[in-house]
């Protein structure tokens, strides 16, 4: 049955029919969409944290092992784990659910934009410690 059979908003388009591809549900990518946009949000927020608090960047800078870089070893390493224990949760979660894909969308891409704003020098910087 095609998406039109369905009652579904999308039309299949009929040059795919002949590759006889299976109906899959969107839990997956909803997951995967909604984890980067919540690790773009931790690389945010910790960056705004390490600029307003001592000890968090005292404690972000640990993850440097002796390369130099300062917090930003532990920023990334943090924001990819948030990224991926999300990635996980969410996974196992979604995995056979059918969800409005538009929507989870719009919410990650929200997330991301946040966290990405959070990265400007001007954002965070208004929020230094002195």
Do not use: C
């Not at 870089?69 to 969410?90: D, E, H, I, R, Y």
Request: hydrophobic letters at 55%; aromatic letters at 10%; a negative charge.
């Amino acid at each position: 049955m095609n998406a039109t059979e369905r009652g579904d908003r999308i039309v299949d388009a009929p040059e795919l029919e002949p590759l006889h591809l299976e109906d899959r549900v969107d839990g997956p990518a909803a997951a995967v969409m909604m984890s980067a946009g919540i690790g773009i949000l931790v690389l945010g927020l910790l960056t705004l944290l390490s600029e307003a608090s001592v000890p968090v960047h005292d404690f972000l800078e640990k993850f440097e092992f002796g390369l130099g870089v300062g917090p930003l070893s532990g920023k990334t390493l943090l924001a990819s784990a948030g990224f991926l224990v999300s990635w996980a949760v969410l996974g196992t979660l979604m995995r056979h659910q059918e969800v409005d894909l538009r929507r989870w969308f719009w919410i990650a891409f929200t997330l991301g934009v946040l966290g990405a704003v959070l990265t400007f020098p001007p954002v965070f910087q208004a929020f230094a410690a002195d």
